[in-house]
């Protein structure tokens, strides 16, 4: 994929609070591209400033080599779906998605044409002459979509539009999005501070923390490689351990946790001597008999509550250095039945789901 938005040190202030800092960026020609954060972290800020809404205090922004940074949002053929999708109540679905096409003064003929298209591509075939009203939240979303697709934009910007949705439908239109992501060939420029929603839809995604991006990659690369102890915790669930680098071998690095040897196949700057911290999924950890200790990689912990959640059972144990240990297990899992709280057992992980983290 060619980049054509190019974020250049991008930075916003207002009066002394800083935002957004030191932000570059290169959106890809066509990708799904999801800013993740917390509320606060400069996301929906660096889409306001995409947009064109919000002037940014400094950097630029620009698009096919060209400085559109104060170019108003009119001129930059950019679509916008907003959190409250902004429907005119007053109008119908297809007076509500013709809109953009009246403004650029497209004939009747090719409007008539354009919208009937676009809403049968949106799962909205047929309602076009429906009032908003008339509407559940999810074929409200569509026509929100359908308005901000009919004009055929370069770049179509989605600040949290799914989450005024239960979790049911929430589900159904991340479906929906990625299908018309695919359909329409357009690049997406998603904001959620949703995990679950930034790993289902993105070819990439950006995360933020405090107006700065700790780190952008493949919704895999973030997830299995987080670039900081802040990605690890946001991104999912995790067990961090503070170790200390002892050396290293042919494809792994070799670390020390309280006299106890680990190994690990990946590490974000951790230097030997210095202390650091090891990085494990609760579902990359295996639950086994305590006769096994000691036989590859992991530590001997005592079994606590277990929560049943599904497909799945959450296991918390503590290490017997005192640090609690999370496990995610399948409720297939041959131990489950026989487990009991207080017993003592191995808890095992290979070095390739074990990632180590500068302190």
């Known amino acids: 994929m060619q980049h054509f938005v190019d974020l250049l040190g991008l930075g916003k202030r207002y009066g002394n609070l800083q935002v957004l800092s030191d932000l570059s960026l290169s959106i890809r020609q066509g990708e799904f591209l999801t ?17 064109g809404f919000v002037e940014p205090s400094e950097g630029r922004i620009e698009m096919d080599g060209r400085d559109i940074t104060h170019l108003a949002p009119d001129a930059r053929d950019f679509g916008v779906v907003f959190q409250g999708y902004a429907l005119f109540p007053h109008m119908s679905v297809a007076q509500n998605v013709a809109y953009p096409l009246r403004i650029r003064k497209v004939p009747d003929a090719e409007i008539e044409r354009r919208v009937a298209d676009v809403l049968e591509r949106v ?12 509407l559940s939240g999810g074929q409200q979303q569509r026509v929100a979509l359908a308005r901000a697709l009919v004009f055929k934009p370069r770049l179509l910007l989605l600040d949290e ?14 479906g929906e999005l990625a299908r018309m992501h695919k359909d ?7 904001v959620t ?5 930034a790993l289902a839809l993105s070819d990439r995604i950006a995360v933020f923390n405090k107006g700065r991006l700790e780190q952008l990659g493949t919704p895999r690369e973030v997830y299995e490689r987080p670039a900081s102890r802040f990605v690890a915790n946001f991104l999912g669930d995790t ?16 670390c020390d946790f309280r006299g106890q040897r680990l190994r690990a196949a990946y590490s974000v700057q951790a230097s030997q001597g210095g202390k650091s911290w090891l990085a494990v999924r609760p579902e990359h950890i295996d639950l086994r008999p305590l006769q096994d200790a000691g036989r590859d990689n992991g530590l001997c912990a005592t079994a606590g509550s277990a929560t049943y959640q599904g497909a799945h059972v959450n296991l918390e144990l503590t290490l017997e250095q005192g640090e609690r240990l999370d496990l995610r297990l399948p409720v297939s899992h041959p131990l489950l039945g026989e487990l009991r709280s207080g ?17």
């Open 161 to 174: 539009p799914l989450s005024a949705l239960d979790r049911r439908l929430r589900q159904e239109m991340q």
């Open 343 to 359: 017993q003592r057992y191995w808890c095992s992980w290979s070095p390739q789901h074990c990632h180590l983290l500068s302190a």
């Open 123 to 134: 799962g909205l075939g047929g309602m076009g002459n429906r009032g908003i009203a008339q």
């Open 35 to 51: 800013l993740l954060g917390p509320s606060g972290s400069g996301k929906s800020t660096t889409l306001m400033m995409l947009a």
């Open 184 to 190: 329409f060939g357009t690049t997406f420029v998603f």
């Open 193 to 197: 501070h949703d995990q679950e929603e």
């Open 239 to 254: 067990n961090l351990l503070e170790v200390g680098v002892v050396g290293r071998e042919a494809e792994a690095t070799l």
